[in-house]
């Protein structure tokens, strides 16, 4: 969801709860949006929290991150995945564009382009060469 819809939906969430049950209803209505924002820094954190206690660019398998990468995931999204930071390819701290790898025991890799925070595409180096 963009963040556009998101404030959209908060605000008409506020004009209905205004327009339903007065002031009352834009109380509770504030509360929900509060509620959710915290959810999410709330899972933004766990997956941080997570990624900082495993040793950078480390992944339990490179070949099933490949299979469960997709265009449009969020780097916490990937986090999750990879229960580990990436190790970034290149560091231009002024660029939209960033790239990470992560890599297994086995020295497969998966290098990972984001543009913006979301996956735009990923190779998978095989250790073989194949």
């Not at 998101?6 to 327009?19: E, F, K, N, S």
Request: glycine share 12%; charged share 15%; net charge positive.
């Amino acid at each position: 969801m963009s963040a556009i819809a998101g404030w959209g939906l908060a605000l008409a969430a506020v004009v209905g709860g205004y327009l339903s049950y007065g002031w009352p209803g834009v109380v509770l209505a504030i509360t929900v949006i509060v509620f959710w924002l915290l959810l999410q820094f709330s899972r933004a954190l766990r997956a941080m929290r997570q990624a900082s206690a495993r040793p950078v660019g480390l992944v339990d398998n490179a070949v099933m991150l490949n299979a469960r990468l997709r265009p449009g995931l969020r780097l916490v999204d990937v986090l999750a995945l990879t229960r580990s930071l990436g190790t970034p390819l290149h560091t231009d701290l002024q660029a939209v564009d960033e790239s990470f790898t992560w890599a297994d025991g086995g020295g497969d890799r998966v290098e990972v382009d984001l543009h913006a925070g979301r996956v735009t595409a990923w190779r998978l180096l095989r250790a073989g060469g194949a």
